[in-house]
């Protein structure tokens, strides 16, 4: 009687251990919204990926300043600057925005130690996008 029970709870616990990780909301402004997550494989450096999105009815020239902190110091700062287009989403590595770190290892980065702030954030409309 408790067999079958056990199966879909076998697969549900499965599902969920093997889930891809989530995007951390970073900030949001004018209608933009920028996310991080990282990205750790074995025998592979960290990387930093941002999933920026514009819900705006124009396209937008965005100004991004992150910090990444281990252990309340600052170990790595990333800029970008890039314009995104009303209604589009650029996410990760596919099409989007990513940072190597160069001086915080993989273990560090999966770390509960390690912090990622927004620093900087403009985002002002813009009449096209190139």
């Known amino acids: 009687m408790l067999k079958p029970l056990l199966y879909p709870l076998a697969v549900c616990l499965a599902t969920t251990a093997c889930k891809a990780p989530q995007y951390v909301q970073a900030g949001a402004k004018n209608n933009v919204q920028v996310q991080y997550r990282w990205n750790i494989r074995p025998d592979k450096p960290?990387?930093?990926?941002?999933?920026?999105?514009?819900?705006?009815?124009?396209?937008?020239?965005?100004?991004l300043g992150?910090?990444?902190y281990y252990q309340g110091f600052t170990v790595e700062?990333?800029?970008?600057?890039?314009?995104?287009r009303a209604g589009r989403t650029f996410n990760g590595?596919?099409?989007?925005i990513?940072?190597?770190p160069q001086k915080?290892?993989?273990?560090?980065?999966?770390?509960p130690d390690t912090k990622v702030d927004l620093t900087e954030f403009t985002a002002e409309p813009?009449?096209?996008?190139?």
């Open 46 to 63: 960290a990387e930093l990926l941002l999933k920026i999105a514009n819900k705006d009815s124009s396209a937008q020239r965005i100004h």
């Open 66 to 68: 992150l910090d990444v």
């Open 77 to 84: 700062e990333f800029s970008a600057d890039t314009c995104i």
């Open 93 to 96: 590595k596919m099409n989007g």
């Open 98 to 100: 990513y940072f190597i």
């Open 104 to 111: 915080l290892t993989s273990e560090q980065a999966a770390s």
């Open 126 to 130: 813009a009449a096209t996008c190139p």
